[in-house]
């Protein structure tokens, strides 16, 4: 996932993010305000909100970061943009794209400045002292974007500039960002009635509470809820497992014993190979029970109360429910395209499950020493099985392939194929960090030795980390005011190995690893203009990164990189054979628990709100749906974090599913090319019509382009073994 916490197209992201209160301060007023604010500016001193210097054109003071400076620093931040932005709209002269759209696009680069460390706060390095801020300050922001987005006379400023644009066509990237201020003003209630607009803020504030706690409650479950194992209960672990888990122990003051932390790869792979039948059920329970544990971290409340303003917001707007309003600038356009295609692999998905349950119940019948029944908590076990036995994969033995130091030079290398990328190590030192495993590297163009911009790598997980990984940046590529360079961050949660150990990852995990980096050059590509052409399209920005995930099994990677961390060898033919021709394993397990969740997502914010209990309507869902008994969905409703913690991914989540399309059907364009993976004519296509623009065009018109017609859902089907419909279904 990528995480871009307020930071996509400067004021209009805010205000896409939270949102809208009335402004009543007089002309007179605003310019006073506005010239202290200046001289403010000149004199800063608070660290966060300092300009950026050193190398590379600046870096982010990452280690003059105090939680002390970061409230007063987020305080005068807004207050700075607040006056920039009252100063645009109490501009005297008629709205110019200059004065107006212009004007908005350069403001507020003090708080884009505070938000980078807030997000480094919040992601990587929280503790219960920076929650404690975090939650006096959602509110705060949410106010302070609400001031923005709620500007009348900034509002009609916009329109202005929009009107004329419609008569007068403006350069074709100024036109496209008019129409995305616009509309982004327009969908967070900007034209809405001054009563209206109050109760829109009102709600907006409350949310923002509300993200705040759901997010807080889910990491608390996360990080309290530890599963402590003796010595004689390691049955079957791998030996890294092992070790990990000891080290987690022993950080937590449990020495001797072994933690197996409420985390997904923790869990994942506790589930995979432990022979505890008693113990995988204890540690499914714990995971699945995240925000659902009826304590003082439970988030059903959380959950109900956000549905209810969620859809009171958008009908102050005039629309049915959260999903339409949602959508309509979205790849999908409406809720009902999006279910369609959600219906359309859902079946073949839940078939699947059912013969991949009656493979793995063969295995236990023949293994077990008692009759069981394959439950929820034996999936991930028996597939394993299965899939020794029917592919005679061993994922442990790919493991020893698959190192971390191997794999990202993997992917430089395939940036360097298809983006002419050079990644070089920057000197300990010179760019400072949050952290001491964080690395950095410098990106120049192959052949000219253009400075691109800057590569930073948080590889391992810790307390007070989020789980997962994602993709960030700290600054995005713009040259109307002067060339930005990129500075582009890559997050994962591989666990820390004992001193002088290898990282060795999982296949999934080496995806995932790809997947990030896929979305750190869909930043370091861009070739845009503004600010706001360099916001995401939720159902199209995981595509570029999904598309990346199929680079990691080409025969270039395998045979330079992935090679076995004390032989050296590259990975033996048949073990690749092994590993594409069980690619399909498992699709059943994987789309099903996928779907579900994004099902739910759209059916909760379709749902008549009021009186819903998460709980039950979770329950009833999957029964309509006839969800398998075996398989729980990827993010139960109450640890949702994608929906819940904030409004990212709200009826975004089919988000995967639909970028997996185009992924498919991107792939196919390679491998029918002559050169596959590695044509250079393809790559071109891909890096200037799907990667460079990022939004300063319509995604499906770049599409076209790459593709020549818009992506069918074959190749999808045919890529997770699914029969493909007869009638192929064009989206
Ligand atoms: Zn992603």
Not at 83 to 110: D, H, L, Q
Not at 172 to 200: H, I, T, W
Not at 232 to 253: M, N, T, Y
Not at 612 to 634: G, H, I, N, Q, S
Request: hydrophobic share 35%.
């Amino acid at each position: 996932m990528t995480n871009k916490i307020l930071r996509t197209g400067k004021v209009t992201g805010l205000a896409a993010v939270l949102a809208l209160a009335s402004c009543t301060s007089t002309t007179t007023q605003q310019s006073q305000q506005n010239t202290t604010a200046m001289e403010q500016k000149k004199a800063e001193t608070n660290p966060l909100l300092k300009e950026w210097t050193g190398p590379y054109g600046g870096v982010p003071a990452f280690d003059k970061m105090s939680l002390a400076d970061l409230k007063p620093a987020m305080e005068k931040g807004m207050a700075l943009n607040l006056a920039e932005i009252e100063a645009i709209a109490n501009n005297p002269a008629p709205a110019t794209f200059e004065n107006t759209i212009e004007a908005m696009e350069r403001a507020g680069e003090e708080l884009n400045r505070a938000f980078t460390y807030y997000g480094i706060w919040s992601s990587n390095v929280s503790s219960p002292e920076f929650r404690a801020i975090q939650a006096e300050m959602a509110p705060k922001i949410s106010e302070f974007s609400s001031k923005i987005s709620q500007n009348e006379k900034l509002f009609q400023r916009i329109k202005t500039v929009y009107d004329n644009a419609q008569k007068n066509p403006l350069p074709a990237d100024q036109q496209r960002v008019v129409q995305l201020v616009y509309e982004n003003f327009a969908m967070e209630g900007a034209d809405l009635s001054p009563e209206a607009k109050k109760r829109y803020a009102e709600i907006n504030k409350e949310l923002s509470s509300l993200y705040t706690a759901f997010g807080n409650n889910t990491l608390a479950d996360e990080e309290n809820y530890v599963t402590y194992l003796t010595k004689d209960q390691l049955k079957g672990l791998p030996e890294s497992f092992v070790k990990s888990a000891a080290k987690a122990a022993a950080d937590r003051g449990q020495e001797g014993k072994y933690a197996v932390l409420n985390t997904r790869s923790s869990m994942d792979q506790f589930l995979t190979y432990s022979d505890e039948r008693a113990l995988r059920e204890k540690v499914w329970n714990t995971y699945y029970s995240r925000g659902d544990n009826g304590d003082a971290t439970d988030n059903n409340q959380n959950i109900a109360k956000i549905l209810k303003l969620r859809n009171e917001r958008v009908k102050l707007m005039g629309y049915d429910n959260y999903a339409e309003w949602r959508l309509q600038n979205r790849m999908a356009k409406n809720p009902e395209n999006a279910m369609a295609l959600m219906n359309a692999v859902w079946p073949a998905a839940i078939a699947r499950v059912k013969e991949e349950v009656a493979d793995m119940q063969k295995v236990a019948n023949a293994t077990s020493k008692t009759k069981i029944t394959i439950a929820p908590w034996d999936y991930r076990y028996y597939a394993e099985k299965v899939r020794k036995q029917k592919y005679d994969l061993n994922s442990d033995e790919v493991k020893q392939y698959l190192e971390l130091g191997n794999l990202t030079q993997a992917m430089f290398f395939t940036a360097g194929e298809l983006f002419n990328f050079k990644f070089t190590p920057v000197e300990e030192g010179k760019v400072p960090v949050f952290q001491e495993d964080v690395k950095v590297w410098e990106v120049t163009d192959k052949t000219t030795g253009e400075h691109i911009g800057l590569w930073y790598l948080d590889p391992f997980a810790r307390q007070g980390k989020r789980s997962g990984a994602w993709a960030t940046t700290y600054r995005a590529h713009t040259t109307f005011d002067g060339k930005k360079t990129v500075l582009a961050s890559n997050n994962s949660n591989f666990v820390k190995p004992a001193p002088g150990e290898p990282v060795l990852v999982s296949w999934d995990d080496a995806t995932t690893f790809f997947h990030e980096f896929g979305h750190a050059l869909h930043f370091l590509s861009a070739n845009v203009k503004y600010p706001t052409l360099n916001s995401g399209v939720r159902d199209y920005t995981e595509f570029q990164s999904q598309l990346l995930e199929r680079w990691l099994s080409t025969d270039k990677v395998i045979n330079q990189f992935l090679k076995h961390h004390e032989t050296g060898k590259p990975m033996p033919a048949d073990l690749v054979a092994k590993i594409k021709k069980a690619a399909t394993f498992n699709q059943g397990f994987e789309t099903t628990e996928y779907l579900a969740s994004a099902i739910m997502d759209m059916k909760l914010h379709l749902a008549d709100p009021n009186g819903l209990d998460p709980d039950k309507f979770e329950r009833e869902t999957l029964a309509a749906m006839k969800m398998p008994k075996e398989v729980v969905m990827r993010h139960r409703t109450p640890h949702f974090g994608h929906v819940f913690s904030g409004e990212g991914y709200a009826t975004g989540y089919y988000g995967y599913l639909w970028a997996d399309v185009l992924t498919s059907d991107a792939s196919e364009a390679f491998e029918e090319a002559p050169g596959g993976f590695y044509d250079k004519e393809v790559a071109a296509k891909l890096v200037k019509y799907l990667f460079a623009p990022r939004n300063s065009m319509d995604p499906a018109e770049a599409y076209r382009l790459f593709r020549g017609r818009d992506a069918k859902i074959d190749a999808l089907m045919r890529d997770r073994g699914f029969p493909v419909p007869s009638e192929s279904s064009k989206k």
